[in-house]
């Protein structure tokens, strides 16, 4: 089977889980924006990347599969805040309105807020699955990469840069 088949059949895999865990539930608002935000098209990179580095270290995607979507929950978290008014203020993102100009301001605060939260609960739950210092040691690496010493932190400096140049 060639890579591309191969990838494929992974995005479909990522697809697939996307749909199950992020299922409409009461209250509607919240997984409408979130969704509308997940499922607005994008290459489903990270995932990818993460299912990947699973089969070279020798394990099975399925098993990192929860990982894989969560990283997308955080990676559209991101987006979803990076596009509101107080930081970026972009009307469009891949083509579309952003999710503040769909649901407005509080609802898109709200649907990054709870894509992050329920990416972490999404890898807890992997993690009561099949709890072992791999799968324990994975999160911890997601939740540092995500936190103020990884990806929240790298908003704040470019947020501070904004406005002056940036020295060595």
Do not use: W
């Not at 995005?11 to 409408?32: G, M």
């Not at 999404?122 to 699955?129: E, S």
């Amino acid at each position: 089977m060639d890579f591309k088949n191969q990838m494929d059949k992974k995005i479909i895999l990522v697809e697939n889980r996307l749909k199950q865990l992020l299922k409409n539930a009461y209250p509607d608002q919240i997984f409408n924006a979130m969704n509308y935000s997940v499922f607005a098209g994008g290459k489903r990179l990270r995932p990818l990347l993460v299912l990947g580095a699973c089969e070279a270290v020798g394990g099975e995607p399925a098993d990192a599969l929860d990982f894989a979507c969560a990283i997308e929950m955080i990676h559209t978290y991101s987006l979803i805040h990076d596009d509101l008014p107080c930081m970026d203020d972009d009307c469009l993102r891949r083509g579309k309105p952003t999710n503040h100009v769909v649901f407005g301001y509080a609802t898109a605060l709200l649907a990054g807020d709870g894509l992050l939260n329920f990416a972490y609960e999404t890898m807890c739950c992997a993690v009561l699955k099949n709890c072992n210092e791999r799968t324990v040691s994975a999160m911890n690496e997601i939740a540092k990469s995500a936190g103020v010493f990884g990806m929240i932190g790298g908003q704040v400096v470019d947020m501070e840069y904004e406005e002056k140049e940036a020295d060595e």
